[in-house]
């Protein structure tokens, strides 16, 4: 917030420098972004009286002006400006002179004569025509005739003035106004705070006569307090009001419109006026838009309502948004005659939400998102009638409005001098505390140790002991708090049983040449109707944010496939050639909708890659490689997502547990992502694996015996999947069977309609002799027998 130190001046005496009030003020808690000093923009710079003017003999355009400076031989000065006459008040840059454009003036000689400065514009010295009248006429700026030669122009135009601009934190609504940083100001320098204590006379009339307010929806407006101005005369503001306002940085406009900008900037309290002319049936609704209702703003832009935004309308139409900025039709003109003025309370929340959802960001909006205290609009108004009075800006009607539904009372708050000892760890008295607290503004007494603190309104970021002591640290000095040595035994760390499992999947696929990735935990409202999922699959349950970043990241994601794809597109379409990823992250289950309590926090693992070489059986390997560090006995069979190639995936069963999905992404939804390539992806449980008891690893001695090969060809049902046949095979091949692999498979003319042929090489061995024919012949038959069972014979 940009505030200026003459303005503070009007509210608190300030003794010191501005660098050691700034050093005083990053103490206390309010970090200091910049200072800038307005009088070293300019320099050398004075107010001269033109006492003659005489032709250039070598120009038809050029003029030579006698300058008197307030002392000594007039300074002559040659100009090419035709506005200029003779007893004529203008600034003059002499010699080694710095002006506000960065230009700097030194004497010289024009067609031959002598010019010892330049006589300036209000361009060349920055100046618009809210700085100074003229400012922005063609030509020379012409000063008030009042003025005397020699007048340093850092005087005229208030330029001996610095800026601070201080980083408000969030905690602290109260201080985003001059009178709040005042506050402050006098309390870190031991000075007294005097802020205005307005008084103003009111006319006849009777303010029910004028208007009448209604406020439908109080949850959002806690309170609408209002009054009425008639005999307006708009004129233009008294410089130092324009001062103070354009050292905020903004444009003075006329005495009203200044002056709700004025008491804005000097409360935190945002106020807009009326032009009574243009409220229908001399009424104030304070509610909700109608949905697609439609208003202009004072920018002049046309912006279309929903039902959850706030309005302040008349009879017919709105003519406020609530909050954030007027409308363009009742604003305040020339020929207004009535104006009402309203200020108020507006939760913080409906009017981020609205200013965000139309893309408006005002001083207004800014200060009601931070929060506004409800008891200060009273002030803030009649401060406003104040300055209307003192300016002469029209006559204020008796009566005032206020509408709110309760007003609160002082918070009381007890607590030991000794607990706020041992919590800050040094020893400051009571009276120090006290004395502290009521310069602060909290009212506080102390009796036998106790501290009882009234706390204002507007310092609602004060909640407890903690926050008191803070604020009596802060203004004590943190450099009391004396250095300590740390006392306590060191632990040593160690990680989480889960954090172990998972940093054993990452090392393997490490490992196995895939990148991890880590994405947002929100995804896309339509990403689950990407994927194709059926109407009543449970991962369509999920969570909605209140206030997203946007519609891309607007919910809480129940499964990882919609990030991985993302994730594989985006890769794909910036032309990488192979992908090869995995992440480890948690989706999360609502327990119930509506939400009513935390959902749960489930932990999940995804794969993903494409490229050439990567196919299922790639896929397959990798999920294999995960599944092998916790347990063995799983087994693969058909699934059937949606998401995901008919003939191309399965899932990885241990017993009744689903443990994974894996497979090649459909063809539709790969084009939904934009990936022209086959792509395949894996979504594991990770928190069934994390819940496996530990998987034991034994060793054991190499075999001392040979191996005997067999390689064995069936036919089959094409629906009999390999797994079936390679189990029939291990149980009839018993303790001596070491190893099954599948090589081949086939259908085609030389196989039956319906059937396939498929070949395995089947490894025996035993642990305790050589096997001979006949007990190897005889585990074939075994064999033989347990696939006839599954209705797999020997291919001839």
């Known amino acids: 917030m940009n505030v200026s130190i003459n303005w503070l001046k009007y509210y608190v005496d300030i003794n010191v420098p501005v660098e050691e009030l700034c050093d005083k003020m990053v103490m206390a808690g309010f970090e200091v972004e910049s200072i800038e000093d307005l009088s070293a923009t300019m320099s050398n710079v004075v107010a001269g009286k033109i006492v003659k003017i005489e032709p250039h003999q070598n120009s038809d355009h050029l003029q030579i002006c006698q300058i008197d400076i307030g002392g000594g031989e007039p300074v002559q000065i040659v100009t090419g400006a035709d506005n200029v006459f003779e007893g004529a008040i203008v600034p003059v840059a002499l010699h080694n002179s710095l002006l506000s454009n960065g230009m700097n003036i030194k004497k010289g000689k024009l067609r031959g004569v002598a010019s010892n400065g330049m006589l300036c514009s209000g361009g060349e010295l920055c100046l618009k025509e809210s700085d100074y009248p003229g400012a922005e006429v063609n030509g020379i700026l012409i000063l008030k005739d009042d003025i005397a030669p020699g007048t340093d122009m850092r005087d005229i135009l208030g330029l001996y003035d610095y800026i601070v601009d201080f980083k408000i934190t969030a905690n602290r609504p109260d201080c985003q106004s001059v009178i709040g940083i005042a506050r402050e100001v006098g309390v870190v320098l031991g000075t007294k705070f005097h802020p ?100 202009v703003t004072l920018d002049n832009k046309e912006h279309t309502l929903i039902n959850n935004m706030l309005v302040i309308a008349d009879g017919a139409k709105p003519s406020c948004l609530a909050g954030i900025m007027g409308g363009l039709e009742s604003e305040i003109k020339d020929d207004t005659n009535e104006i009402f003025f309203e200020c108020a309370k507006f939760r913080r929340d409906s009017i981020r939400r609205t200013a965000r959802k139309l893309g408006m960001r005002t001083e207004s909006s800014a200060r009601f998102e931070r929060g506004v205290d409800i008891l200060t609009v009273e002030y803030a108004m009649n401060r406003a009638m104040q300055l209307v009075s003192d300016l002469d800006a029209g006559d204020i009607v008796d009566g005032i409005i206020d509408r709110n539904n309760g007003l609160p009372k002082k918070r009381k708050l007890e607590v030991t001098v000794k607990s706020i000892n041992n919590l800050l760890g040094v020893n400051i008295s009571s009276e120090t505390m006290v004395e502290i607290l009521n310069n602060l503004c909290i009212e506080t007494t102390e009796a036998n140790g106790m501290l009882t603190c009234l706390v204002p309104s507007f310092r609602d970021d004060i909640e407890g002991r903690a926050d008191l002591a803070e604020e009596v640290m802060r203004i004590y000095g943190y450099d009391h708090i004396i250095g300590t040595s740390m006392v306590g035994q060191v632990v040593r760390g160690r990680k989480l049983p889960e954090r172990i499992k998972t940093d054993k999947i990452k090392n393997v696929l490490i490992a196995g040449g895939l990148r991890e990735i880590s994405t947002y935990s929100f995804i896309g409202s339509k990403a689950i109707d990407i994927l194709n999922l059926d109407v009543d699959d449970e991962r369509r349950n999920s969570i909605d944010l209140l206030n997203p970043l946007g519609d891309e990241y607007s919910t809480m994601r129940t499964q990882l496939v919609t990030s991985m794809l993302t994730v594989l597109a985006t890769n794909y379409n910036r032309k990488n050639p192979r992908a090869r990823l995995f992440e480890v992250s948690k989706i999360f289950v609502p327990k119930s909708l509506p939400v009513v309590e935390q959902p749960l926090e489930v932990p999940a693992f995804s794969v993903g890659l494409y490229g050439e070489g990567d196919d299922f059986f790639v896929l397959k390997g990798i999920v294999e490689s995960v599944l092998n560090i916790f347990c063995k006995g799983y087994t693969f069979e058909r699934s059937n997502q949606n998401y995901l190639h008919p003939g191309r995936q399965a899932n990885a069963v241990l017993g009744d547990e689903i443990l994974a999905v894996l497979g090649e992404v459909h063809p539709t939804v790969a084009g939904n992502y934009g990936i022209d390539t086959r792509a395949f992806v894996a979504e594991i449980a990770l928190d069934k694996l994390l819940n496996l008891p530990e998987n034991a690893v034994i060793f054991k001695s190499l075999p001392k015996f040979p191996a005997v090969q067999r390689d064995i060809a069936l036919l089959c049902d094409v629906d009999i999947t390999a797994a079936t046949l390679e189990e029939a095979i291990r149980l009839g091949a018993g303790n001596l069977c070491e190893k099954v692999e599948l090589f081949d498979v086939y259908t085609g003319s030389q196989i039956p309609s319906g059937k396939k042929s498929v070949a395995y090489s089947l490894s025996l061995r035993s642990a305790e002799s050589t096997l001979t024919d006949e007990i190897i012949d005889r585990t074939v038959k075994k064999v033989f027998k347990r696939l006839e069972l599954v209705g797999a014979t020997l291919r001839l």
Do not use: Q
């Open 196 to 295: 205005p204590v307005p008084e103003y006379k009111t006319c006849s009339g009777n303010i029910a006569d004028h208007i009448s307010v209604e406020v439908e929806n109080y949850d959002i407006c806690s309170r609408y307090y209002g009054r009425v101005v008639k005999n307006v005369r708009i004129a233009e503001s008294p410089v130092w009001l324009k001062r103070c306002i354009a050292a905020s940085g903004m444009r003075p406009i006329n005495n009203i419109v200044d002056i709700t900008n004025f008491v804005m900037l000097e409360t935190g309290l945002p106020m807009h006026a009326f032009d009574l002319r243009y409220v229908a049936e001399s009424k104030i609704i304070v509610r909700n838009a109608f949905e697609g209702e439609r208003i």
